[in-house]
């Protein structure tokens, strides 16, 4: 049986020591291969220089320096960007069956666009659920405060994904002659406690 590689994301020692015991897991099963990479806070003096713990406990596939030079937000964006760049070229070489990566931060989304465009499959975990990005009041993630739902039409407007919280309602149609009406409403309407009265 061919195992499965999956390649573990890690900018810091927090994300590190989360994922831990999935690595140890993955390491342990027959099936999978292991292809740690690390990247920013583990590679710099100020953040303790990490990766040599890393290192202590599982071999490091690959090290990407995203060269941050300064604490700006126009620093950071252009780190990001150098991390993407480098990132098609060590995913292009470990070849993953699997991208696993955990949180929101900067690193993580530059691996995920490298990922989705090279067909690699993604499993995120921790998403802002714990880092602090969930925004209780939009009911959202991340860096982008709007997730459009989608649904399916052909079954009664039935929520597919997204942040919705109930079904798209639909409005029962009959159709007399030339003429259509409308005679009820499958669900609620959004915004109401009831249906609307007629």
Known sequence: MKSKKICVWSGK??????LTPTMRAIQ??????????????HLYDQ?????????DQFPVAAAIDMEQSGDSNEERARAVGLCLQRSVDVLADLAPDVLLVIGDR?????ACI???NMRIAIAHVQGG???GTYK???KS????????STYDLTRHGILISGQAYQSLPQVLLELDGDDIYAVGVFGLIFGRYDNLQG
Do not use: I, K, N, Y
């Open 136 to 138: 209780g009041d939009t």
């Open 28 to 41: 342990a099963h027959e099936a999978l291969e292991l292809a740690l990479v690390v990247t920013d806070q």
């Open 13 to 18: 020692r927090g994300g590190f020591g989360a």
């Open 47 to 55: 953040f303790g220089r990490t990766v040599r713990e890393v290192e």
């Open 141 to 148: 993630l991340g860096a982008c405060p709007l997730h459009l």
């Open 129 to 131: 659920d714990l880092s």
């Open 114 to 116: 490298a990922a989705h």
């Open 106 to 110: 900067g690193e993580v989304f530059a």
